[in-house]
C-alpha cells in the first residue's frame, strides 16, 4: 500500500516533515518475520520498500491507515526514504551495512545512519502523549 499525500496518515507525515515525493517513492507492506518492527528496503531507482508488523498497519473501514501512535513507526522509516532518495541506492545499502558492522547490532540504534530516524520517531511519538 502506498500512503496518499492527502490521507489522514499522509497529512500527518507531511506535517512531520515527509515530502510528497518520498510518500510516493514507498510502498509499506505487512511482514511480521522482520527483526524490530519494521525495515526498509531500498530499491533501484530509489524506490523503497516498507515492510511492517500488521500491528503498525492499523486501517479503517476504507483501507487508509488511521491515525495514532502507530504512526511514529512509520515516520521512522520514511526517514530511511529521505535517506535512499539523498544518497542514491549504492550509497545507502553501503552506509546501513558499514553502520551495523561497526556497531555489532543488526538495530545499529546509536548508529550516524539509525539515530536521526530514532529521533524522528521519539518526536513524532510526542503528539500522542
Given at each position: 500500500?502506498?500512503?496518499?499525500?492527502?490521507?489522514?496518515?499522509?497529512?500527518?507525515?507531511?506535517?512531520?516533515?515527509?515530502?510528497?515525493?518520498?510518500?510516493?517513492?514507498?510502498?509499506?507492506?505487512?511482514?511480521?518475520?522482520?527483526?524490530?518492527?519494521?525495515?526498509?528496503?531500498?530499491?533501484?531507482?530509489?524506490?523503497?520498500?516498507?515492510?511492517?508488523?500488521?500491528?503498525?498497519?492499523?486501517?479503517?473501514?476504507?483501507?487508509?491507515?488511521?491515525?495514532?501512535?502507530?504512526?511514529?513507526?512509520?515516520r521512522h522509516e520514511f526517514c530511511h526514504v529521505a535517506q535512499l532518495q539523498r544518497w542514491g541506492f549504492l550509497q545507502y545499502w553501503l552506509r546501513h551495512l558499514w553502520a551495523r558492522v561497526r556497531s555489532w547490532s543488526v538495530l545499529a540504534a546509536g548508529s550516524d545512519v539509525e539515530a536521526p530516524c530514532y529521533e524522528a520517531q521519539r518526536l513524532a511519538a510526542k503528539d500522542f502523549e
Open positions: 500500500m502506498r500512503i496518499a499525500p492527502d490521507s489522514v496518515a499522509g497529512r500527518r507525515m507531511i506535517g512531520w516533515g515527509v515530502s510528497p515525493v518520498e510518500l510516493g517513492r514507498a510502498r509499506l507492506f505487512r511482514w511480521d518475520r522482520q527483526k524490530g518492527g519494521a525495515i526498509t528496503v531500498a530499491l533501484p531507482f530509489n524506490r523503497a520498500l516498507i515492510l511492517m508488523r500488521g500491528r503498525y498497519l492499523t486501517r479503517g473501514a476504507d483501507g487508509a491507515l488511521l491515525d495514532g501512535r502507530h504512526l511514529a513507526l512509520i
